[in-house]
């Protein structure tokens, strides 16, 4: 009996070590792979919240035939990036309940969903419908309780495209400094 417990001393500090160094390389390549999963994860949330944005432009478009987007008071014709709309911008209008008035003499009205307070921050009291425009109290096209900002690594914000002609809209992860975060109105392509 005593032979047997002198042979079993336990490991020896080799077998620990080596022991260690294969736990370590498990652990560094699976925290590789979780890294990789994570930024895959989200792009995909941005793809999600980028189609998203389109798909309220769209209904917001095709719901109050204001293409041009002139009751939301988005500009995305000027020449330079400075004076277009911001993006962030337009997600928040799209957030918000709009009462397009039957006549062009009366402005168009915005409220925070569910509430009868006026919004703040809205185009102003000088939007007006145009004769195009549908009346009638439209949206909320998106959820402000949700962040709609980019998430992926290296992403700044949202650059909107608008074909108001073909009525498509393109949305962008910018992922560079040197562009702003826009709404531009773009020619069709031929």
């Not at 939301?72 to 277009?84: F, P, Q, V, Y």
């Not at 690594?153 to 975060?181: C, F």
Request: glycine residues 6%.
């Amino acid at each position: 009996m005593r032979k047997m417990l002198k042979e079993n001393k336990g490991f020896s500090l080799v077998e620990l070590l080596v022991a260690i160094l294969i736990m370590a390389v498990i652990a560094g390549t699976a925290i590789t792979l979780f890294g990789g999963v994570l930024n895959s994860s989200r792009e995909n949330a941005d793809k999600e919240t980028a189609e998203s944005i389109k798909r309220a432009v769209l209904t917001y478009m095709n719901s109050t035939n204001d293409v041009n987007l002139s009751c939301l008071k988005i500009d995305g014709t000027h020449t330079t990036e400075a004076s277009r709309t911001p993006s962030d911008t337009l997600i928040k209008y799209l957030g918000l309940e709009i009462t397009i008035p039957k006549t062009t003499s009366d402005n168009v009205t915005y409220r925070y969903p569910g509430t009868s307070a006026t919004a703040a921050a809205t185009p102003g009291s000088t939007v007006t419908k145009e004769a195009s425009d549908f009346a009638g109290t439209f949206g909320p096209f998106l959820d402000l309780t949700k962040d709609m900002a980019p998430k992926a690594p290296s992403t700044l914000g949202w650059i909107i495209n608008i074909d108001t002609t073909l009525q498509v809209v393109d949305v962008i992860a910018n992922t560079e400094s040197t562009v702003e975060n826009v709404v531009n109105f773009v020619e069709p392509k031929s």
